[in-house]
């Protein structure tokens, strides 16, 4: 049951400091109606979020290039800590955000775009897909206690505006002339603009959605439209060596990168955003658009700053084409 102090309309945020919850506490002022929106830090004093109706919490960590412990420290403990404070204050709905990369690999066959109730994976093997599966495992008990959650599951995330930080570790492996494919598979990118997530956030904050729900800019790609569209080409390989290189990688500590980003290479996904479209939501990006304005961002003089570290698939192209490289320089000198 909701409690009656959690009839409040008022809104605050967590996480104002970083861009998405200074965007998002931006937004929601410049709405009548909401009445109150304020920016809100759970692990400060008791009673912190008395009087509030809704909390969006945005005080976690989406970086894949942040330091794991550190990451996990700030999404784990303080979505933990978040929750407690709701209870404890008599708020009536916490909104956060997941992703679909927490979604298990669909069964073989399986057509696009899959259902948003689609099961999750059991083992992550992935730091910041780990950190996510953790949040929805809090979401859930909390929700069991009584409190309302939210659940907004993103697309690989574009940045735009709001910086590089926010961007997945799909798009890392355009930092290389060539993407990893695996031979015999066609991969897809869905992707989601931080701008939609933003005007999906303020649906969920305003009481427009419930439950759990993917987000995701409109339709998606193939990676040959991606190569056209970026300019680079592919570099194909066996799933068992595309695997075996990423696994090597990830064991010598010379990529954060996990050796299940792979797994959206085998395994193909894109969810349906049909619980936010049956809510009135519709995205103002398309992924061909927003992987074009990430590419604009992204081009040599285009100011866009930013820490950038490789994926697992594009550790596995530069290490691959090094070998590649090497062989043929030995070639060369044995002839």
Known sequence: MVSPRGASTAVGVTGTGTPLGLALLTRLAGRSDVPRVVAVEPAGDPGA????????????????????????????????????????????????????????????????????????????????????????????????????????????????????AYDGALLQSLDGPRLLAVRGVEPVWQLCHTDDLLSALELAATGGVTGTAAVASAGWLTQREVEQLSGRSRLELPAAVALATAERLHRANLTPGSPAELDRLLHPVAVQTRRLAEAGWLPDWTAESALRAHLAASAPGAGRGGARTRSAAGATVALVGTAALVRRARQRRGR
């Open 49 to 164: 979020l008395s009087g509030l109706g809704t909390v969006v919490h945005l005080a976690v960590s989406y970086d894949v290039s942040a330091e794991p412990t550190a990451r996990r420290e700030r999404t784990v403990r303080g979505t933990s800590a978040l929750l407690r404070a709701a209870r404890a204050d008599g708020v009536s709905r916490v909104v956060l955000v997941s992703s679909t990369d927490v979604h298990a690999t669909p069964p073989p066959g399986a057509s696009l775009p899959l259902p948003e109730d689609l099961p999750l994976r059991t083992d992550p093997d992935s730091a910041l897909t780990g950190d996510l599966l953790e949040l929805e495992r809090l979401a859930v008990r909390a929700a069991a206690d009584g409190l309302e959650v939210v659940l907004l599951r993103a697309a690989t995330l574009v940045g735009g505006a709001l910086g590089p």
